[in-house]
């Protein structure tokens, strides 16, 4: 069995990198789900599937267990809240998270 590659393998992370991130940005910076679908480019149905575990739930417990990973994600979302980051910009953290959990945890 060879190798995935690594968009492939972000296939299986991007809902629960959402997931988290949606719910960081409820409950953290107080936004509701029309401005978190607005922010992310997502609907407003997708926010609440993912607020609901109904979306990226099987990868999500593995993600906050890594503190690297999470202290990027709050980053992001800082930013998205602070509206400092939109659209191409968001795709580009998401590649950077991705690329963080290809490598494995640090420490």
């Given at each position: 069995?060879?190798?995935?590659?690594?968009?492939?393998?972000?296939?299986?992370?991007?809902?629960?990198?959402?997931?988290?991130?949606?719910?960081?940005?409820?409950?953290?910076?107080?936004?509701?789900?029309?401005?978190?679908?607005?922010?992310l480019?997502?609907?407003?149905?997708?926010?609440?599937?993912?607020?609901?575990?109904?979306?990226?739930?099987?990868?999500?417990?593995?993600?906050l267990?890594?503190?690297?990973?999470?202290?990027?994600?709050?980053?992001?979302?800082?930013?998205?809240?602070?509206?400092?980051?939109?659209?191409?910009?968001?795709?580009?953290?998401?590649?950077?998270?991705c690329?963080?959990?290809?490598?494995?945890?640090?420490?």
């Amino acid at each position: 069995m060879g190798m995935k590659p690594p968009c492939e393998v972000f296939r299986e992370f991007l809902p629960a990198i959402r997931a988290i991130l949606v719910k960081d940005l409820v409950e953290r910076h107080h936004l509701n789900q029309v401005e978190v679908a607005e922010r992310l480019g997502i609907t407003q149905p997708a926010v609440s599937q993912y607020l609901r575990s109904l979306r990226g739930a099987s990868r999500v417990r593995a993600l906050l267990k890594r503190s690297d990973f999470m202290s990027s994600l709050r980053e992001l979302s800082d930013a998205i809240a602070a509206g400092r980051m939109r659209g191409d910009q968001i795709a580009r953290e998401y590649c950077h998270l991705c690329a963080m959990l290809r490598k494995g945890p640090s420490g």
